[in-house]
């Protein structure tokens, strides 16, 4: 997917905000899909849930234990409350970075792979121009076409390297 600059809220952007509903059903339906795809990185996203996300958790997983007095109980919540905030932010710090760590991998991998495949392109151009081997000669054209096989599955590997670290 491709990164829209519109995908950021109006108030993170430079540019005009966009009314997506105006825009055709497919720019619109990839803008929405990007944002969703990069909300969990987006700390003033996360910032305007966190009270629901904190309460939500809480009502789910910290009931008032019997014999407990409302000043224990709300003493225990709020530094409760604390520790979920500060994991909550150094979660999506955390997501943050393997996000850019990953876009920089698969930048990466796709510059390695296009550097593959032109090697690939100059052997295959070198094994066709040069003659068949000769008996009692060096090997030339057999050893450029076997290189040739070996950077192809290697330009082919390095193209499909994150698409499998991500789908398993």
Known sequence: MTTLDSAARPEQSKQQPINLASLPLDEALQ????????????????????????????????????GQSEDEYGALLN?????????????????????????????????????????????????????????????VRCTVVDLRQDVEKLATDLMDLVWRARHG
């Open 31 to 66: 803008r929405a899909y990007v944002a969703g795809e990069k909300i969990l990185i987006d700390t003033d996203a996360i910032a305007a849930v966190s009270q629901d996300l904190w309460t939500n958790w809480m009502n789910a997983n910290v009931p008032n234990a019997c």
């Open 79 to 139: 530094l409760m409350m604390t520790h979920f905030f500060h994991g909550l932010t150094e979660g999506v710090k955390r997501i943050a970075e393997d996000a850019r760590t990953m876009e920089r991998v698969e930048r990466d991998l796709s510059d390695h792979s296009r550097w593959a495949w032109k090697v690939y392109n100059v052997l295959a151009f070198m094994s066709e121009a040069i003659d068949d081997d000769r008996q009692g000669e060096l090997p």
